[in-house]
């Protein structure tokens, strides 16, 4: 029998599976879209031949055609590229002081992101001190200063005369006298990336302890930002990068070739010029972003639920078929289990939302487990004759198949009545079962 239900599900699964034609089509599409996107060129290449690899020969899930199913793996395996997760900015225990140094070329939005980040800082409890150590222009240091204000939060500044290295030392003296632990390093950019520049960041490196410098990179540069993230990560080496001006029309293929290219994680974008627009950055929202196709990605997880709700369908199916024994009771309570169990398997149902509830045996994932255990040696405990005509279960065999389960009769008769009832529920299902035909004709 399992064997027979495996089968089913199978081929719920398989409506085919992706041949290399299917895969070469679609991955055209993918390539230009994200060759739009301003995903780099080498990394849209290396992109399209790993998806290719893993496609090919794939199951075509239920309710897409070969094309989205290819879009799906496409649109996981960038989210899988930019790491699966939301990253945070990794502090100091306890009250040790966090030394976070921006970097990145003039104009990329440092500065307005360092005022960000002391927001989400404080929020979070912390006491921020904001350090100028642009030293090159005047309206640099101002500018920090009136974000600092903006965020109730301190800045540390020295005027134009003296090395940011040195600037950043004695901030740090400031910020132990005045208690506090999360000190940011607003420095310099260029308009190109250039050896002073480096130089520069490089000797703050050598002067205090920076625990995470992190390079800030305008979206709307496109390629360039690549260029600049890896040029940044090998001089001076990089822990995170903040991506600016999302806010903006690019889709931001950059965010998906910096990680590519430095191997590092995307902290936050920047959403905006208000010093609350910085927002976490999320690999799935970027993906989605990046790859342009909206309206198929929304099919995609429509489909998903569609492939449950035709699991479901497939139980109860099962389950109201005359001859449901307790083999087959067993197996669907399986499969139930890993659904969600009954109430919810019920609830995917049309229709039937409403009917799960109370009167349902209902496994609860807690005590489930052991509970299909028991399950399992009662219904192994009876001779097959037993397990094929429920309607046999007579007291002297119920007694023998506790003995044989190690259970007390009571949770004999206890299961043999959930089994009654279910059997009763799923002979009244075809009648409630009439709406759904039309069920399928979404896509
Ligand atoms: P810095 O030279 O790297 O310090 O860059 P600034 O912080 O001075 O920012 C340069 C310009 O970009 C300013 O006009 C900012 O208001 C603007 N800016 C920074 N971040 C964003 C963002 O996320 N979205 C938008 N639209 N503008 C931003
Ligand atoms: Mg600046």
Excluded: W
Excluded at 22 to 36: F, G, I, Q, S, W
Aim: proline share 3%.
């Amino acid at each position: 029998l399992s064997a027979k239900l495996q089968n089913v599900f199978k081929n719920l699964r398989s409506k085919g599976r992706l041949t290399e034609d299917d895969v070469k089509a679609a991955l055209r599409e993918v390539k230009m879209a994200l060759l739009e996107a301003d995903v780099n060129f080498k990394v849209v290449k290396g992109f399209v031949k790993d998806v290719q690899e893993r496609a090919v020969g794939q199951d075509v899930m239920n309710g897409l055609n070969p094309g989205q199913m290819v879009i799906k793996i496409v649109n996981e395996e960038l989210v899988r590229l930019m790491g699966s997760d939301t990253t945070e900015i990794e502090l100091q225990p306890g009250s040790a002081i966090t030394v976070i140094m921006m970097a990145g070329l003039q104009g990329a939005g440092k500065t307005t992101t360092t005022a960000k980040l002391a927001g989400k800082f404080k929020l979070k409890g912390k006491k921020p001190l904001l350090v100028a150590c642009d030293v090159y222009r005047p309206a640099a240091i101002k500018q920090l200063q009136i974000n600092g204000e903006k965020q109730g939060v301190e800045v540390f500044s020295m005027g134009e005369n003296h090395k940011p290295a040195n600037i950043a030392r004695a901030a740090m003296e400031h910020a132990q006298k005045n208690g506090n632990n999360v000190v940011i390093l607003d420095t310099a950019g260029r308009l190109h990336i250039d050896e002073d520049m480096m130089a520069e960041l490089q000797e703050i490196k050598e002067t205090v302890t920076v625990h995470q410098t992190i390079l800030v990179v305008d979206a709307m540069t496109g390629q360039d930002a690549v260029n600049v993230a890896s040029s940044f990560n090998e001089k001076i080496g990089i822990d995170g990068v903040i991506v600016t001006k999302l806010d903006g029309d690019t889709r931001g293929g950059a965010a998906l070739s910096i990680k590519a290219v430095t191997g590092r994680p995307i902290l936050y974008v920047g959403m905006g010029e208000k010093l609350s627009d910085l927002e976490q950055f999320y690999p799935d929202r970027m993906a989605s972003r990046i790859l342009g196709m909206g309206d198929v990605l929304t099919l995609i997880e429509k489909a998903g639920v569609e492939m449950d709700e035709e699991k479901a369908r497939q139980m109860t199916e099962k389950m109201k078929k005359a001859g449901f024994d307790f083999e087959d009771y067993l197996e669907s309570m399986k499969q139930m289990e890993n659904m969600g169990g009954l109430s919810s398997v019920m609830g995917m149902m049309p229709g039937l939302g409403g009917m799960g509830g109370g009167k349902m045996p209902e496994i609860d994932s807690e005590a489930g487990e052991k509970q299909m255990a028991r399950m399992e040696a009662m219904i192994h405990s009876m001779t097959v004759e037993e397990r094929q005509n429920p309607d046999k279960l007579n007291p002297s065999r119920k007694h023998r198949i506790a003995k044989g389960a190690g259970v007390d009769i009571s949770e004999v008769n206890r299961m043999v009545k959930q089994f009654n009832e279910s059997r009763k529920m799923m002979k009244k299902l075809p009648g409630m079962m009439g709406g759904m035909g039309g069920k399928k004709g979404r896509f």
